[in-house]
Nanobody, 118 residues
């Protein structure tokens, strides 16, 4: 069983920053990929940023809306996936979910609310 626990959400003003954390119950390096998704009110869940294991390293990919503003990373111990979010906009308001993929199965965290409002 794999557990993912997100934290770091909250209320922030437009232009502000937040860093989301996703702590996994096992090394992120053991996963095939990890990602941050979000679901805004009335909208479908969408991929925000992903990180995929490639040999001893990782490659990253971003939604167009996140490019240049968000950054996904893993810590040196490889048990935490971060999403650094800068220049936040009201359209970024959503519940953000961490996902990790392993051998064809996807695991999800419970989500953390991000609200961007003045």
């Amino acid at each position: 069983q794999v557990q993912l626990v997100e934290s770091g959400g909250g209320l922030v003003q437009p232009g502000g920053s937040l860093r989301l954390s996703c702590v996994a119950s096992r090394s992120i390096f053991s996963f095939d990929a990890a990602a941050w998704y979000r679901r805004a009110p009335g909208k479908e869940r969408e991929l925000v940023a992903g990180i995929t294991r490639r040999g001893l390293g990782f490659t990253t990919n971003y939604a167009d809306s996140a490019k240049g503003r968000f950054a996904i990373s893993v810590d040196n111990a490889k048990v935490t996936v971060y999403l650094q979010m800068n220049s936040l906009k009201p359209d970024d308001t959503a519940v953000y979910y961490c996902m990790a993929g392993l051998q064809g199965s996807n695991y999800w965290g419970q989500g953390t609310q991000v609200t961007v409002s003045s």
